[in-house]
């Protein structure tokens, strides 16, 4: 039998406490998005940050491709496959929008690239800016960082991470957060490209379930609420 990609089990997360009762699902190679909603403070990022190998958590366990998996630096997470995108979009506002997502790559992905989406990295702008198309923002790879607006950061964010090399699992932190209606199915689109073409997994962070997303499984944080628990009994 093989080993999903991505195997949450009983997961506890929390800093001084829990924040939510034990947690398992799985992402299966090729497995197009699992969807994670709830309200403020339900603890979605805190999972996304504990996913991403940066916090332990207080119970339970992570397995990539069937491999139990600790705390480490974000480099370490990444040489595993591992690719956070930000829930508040991080530019280099002296670096325009092609060259901060150029920051994301490394020579070695152009192969990688060209067979996803026709892109190759080993271009000096093509890449980025085919991406950039490809999300609806054809024009925007020569804007400053400083004079990108919250929605144009939000869109380079989610090109950095869809187009890091190597990447096994894709974790988002409100993707569409400030995104223009627009702009919402052409992402989908490429994140679709990318999992099914590449055998990589997604999960989503977002407040709500939204119906572009479509997620192969979907959980609801507000399910696993503590206080909502203790209300119940």
Do not use: W
């Amino acid at each position: 039998m093989t080993e999903p990609l991505l195997a949450v089990d009983d997961l506890v997360i929390g800093y001084d406490r829990p924040l939510i009762r034990p947690l398992s699902f799985r992402v299966d190679a090729s497995q197009i998005r699992v969807l994670v909603t709830g309200r403020n403070g339900a603890g979605k990022s805190t999972l996304l940050d504990t996913l991403a190998l940066g916090m332990a958590p207080l119970a339970g366990a992570i397995r990539i491709d069937g491999d139990p998996r600790r705390p480490c630096s974000r480099a370490a997470a990444r040489r595993l496959g591992i690719v956070r995108g930000n829930q508040r979009a991080r530019v280099v506002d002296s670096l325009n929008a092609r060259e901060n997502i150029q920051l994301a790559l490394r020579a070695t992905a152009g192969d990688y690239l060209r067979s996803v989406l026709g892109i190759d990295p080993n271009a000096d702008t093509r890449g980025p800016d085919a991406m950039l198309e490809r999300l609806g923002y054809p024009d925007l790879g020569s804007v400053a960082g400083s004079e990108l607006s919250t929605g144009q950061r939000r869109v380079v964010d989610n090109a950095r991470v869809l187009m890091a090399d190597h990447a096994r699992l894709l974790l988002f932190d409100e993707p569409l957060a400030n995104l223009h209606a627009s702009a919402v199915a052409p992402f989908v689109e490429a994140l679709r490209a990318v999992t099914e073409a590449t055998g990589s997994g997604a999960v989503i962070i977002e407040h709500r379930r939204i119906g572009d997303i479509a997620p192969d499984s979907h959980v609801d944080l507000d399910n696993y609420s503590l206080s909502r628990s203790a209300a119940s009994n």
